[in-house]
């Protein structure tokens, strides 16, 4: 209780000022404080996730997924206890700090005018290829070229417009994942739409007869002087690795990764998307079988990674690692398959990366690395509309004494 005394003649009497406890004032507070140590224990938890196999415990990649969500419910919750002047502004201020180096992985800062044009211009592709120690390197998962399309005319537009993409990009190398032909006609359309791309290897999953078939595909305008095809036990995802002869003469050993998938239906998705956990199958119900579905597939993940890590690591060539690998930069395996590579977007990229189009936009789950004997030059990846992926774009350059700027 506060006063001040006030002086009558001899006598003194106080006021009290004093004010009454404000219930919800402090229930408010509460539930700030336990907010902002659920976030906290939360990120710190997905930063431990990139150092456990799922397959050993599989609690941790859960929150690694939400990492992108973590540091937004962090960095929120800093500024919340900022501006109320509390010293819990603390908590998440030293929780981001920890995770700085995930951080870079997420989002990079770069204000760089026409930024993204600069890679499609066609006199900086013309320079491009003029330069022997230059590759360009795209990779897409195209959704089977289905996407939004329930007729065959509609893959076709499909198949015509991501073409129609590549010859604006002048891609060196072309990596697709869920590569899907249909029938003979379409193997046609695309030996004519990427005529400018001869050398082509395929993994096809099923199919695979005439070249018509369901899988991984590489299409290049480099040699592909040999290829191994892998496809993981017990999944439907794959790796299509290629050596290919560059214009330096050199070779470099493209590993093009599918691994697997969260199996994640359209219907589950858009439930997430739009916070609807309550459904015919009860909510309880819907929390354990999404639950479930990725617990099994990050152990499965984990031991694909773990073999196509090693077969990085004994590699005689310089590397350039790429594809759909269906986990985020704060996870076992983006740290277990980059290795000692480069991630071109912390190098290259800018702003906020995400490849995934789902979920809120917030998962930059495709990747390109490569050997620190390349330097990244330019990063892209746009927002298109015909898969529920982005693709990602990579200009580099091997240096001359081997070593690239890898920041």
Not at 363 to 372: Q, W
């Amino acid at each position: 209780m506060s006063a001040s005394r006030n002086s009558a003649g001899n006598e003194y009497y106080y006021i009290d000022q004093s004010r009454p406890v404000n219930v919800w004032r402090v229930l408010l507070d509460i539930f700030l404080v336990l907010l902002t140590l659920g976030l906290a224990a939360g990120l710190v938890m997905a930063y431990l996730s990139t150092g456990i196999s799922p397959e050993k415990n599989w609690i941790f990649a859960f929150f690694g997924l939400g990492a992108p969500f973590l540091f937004l419910g962090n960095f929120v919750m800093l500024l919340v206890w900022v501006v109320r002047w509390r010293w819990w502004a603390l908590v998440p201020a030293v929780t981001l700090l920890l995770g700085i180096g995930h951080l870079r992985s997420l989002v990079r800062f770069d204000f760089r005018k026409d930024y993204q044009a600069e890679e499609s211009d066609p006199g900086a592709i013309a320079a491009r290829r003029k330069d022997p120690a230059q590759l360009a390197v795209l990779t897409y998962n195209v959704h089977g070229f289905t996407r939004g399309q329930t007729e065959h005319r509609g893959y076709l537009r499909t198949l015509d417009s991501i073409a129609a993409y590549a010859r604006r990009m002048q891609p060196d190398i072309i990596c697709f994942q869920e590569y899907e032909t249909m029938q003979p006609s379409d193997v046609q359309r695309i030996d004519s739409l990427y005529r400018e791309w001869p050398y082509r290897s395929y993994n096809f999953i099923y199919g695979g007869k005439g070249d018509i078939g369901y899988g991984t595909a590489v299409f290049s305008r480099l040699p592909i002087l040999a290829a191994r095809r892998t496809i993981f036990e017990g999944s439907s995802n794959s790796l299509l690795r290629a050596d290919l002869l560059t214009p330096a003469g050199d070779t470099v050993r493209l590993f093009n990764n599918h691994l697997q998938s969260t199996q994640v239906d359209e219907l589950s998705q858009e439930r997430v998307e739009r916070l609807q956990v309550r459904g015919q199958d009860g909510a309880e119900q819907f929390v354990r079988s999404l639950g479930s579905r990725l617990k099994a597939n990050y152990r499965r993940r984990a031991v694909q990674v773990d073999t196509v890590s090693r077969m990085i690591a004994s590699s005689p060539y310089p590397a350039i690692v790429v594809g759909d690998f269906n986990d985020t930069p704060v996870s076992y395996t983006y740290k277990k398959m980059r290795g000692g590579l480069e991630d071109s977007f912390i190098n290259a990229g800018a702003g906020f990366a995400y490849t995934y189009n789902r979920l809120f936009s917030m998962l930059r789950i495709d990747y390109i690395f490569h050997s620190p004997v390349f330097e990244t030059l330019g990063y892209r990846s746009d927002g298109l509309p015909w898969s529920d992926h982005n693709p990602v774009f990579v200009r580099m350059r091997r240096v001359p004494d081997g070593k690239g700027s890898g920041k």
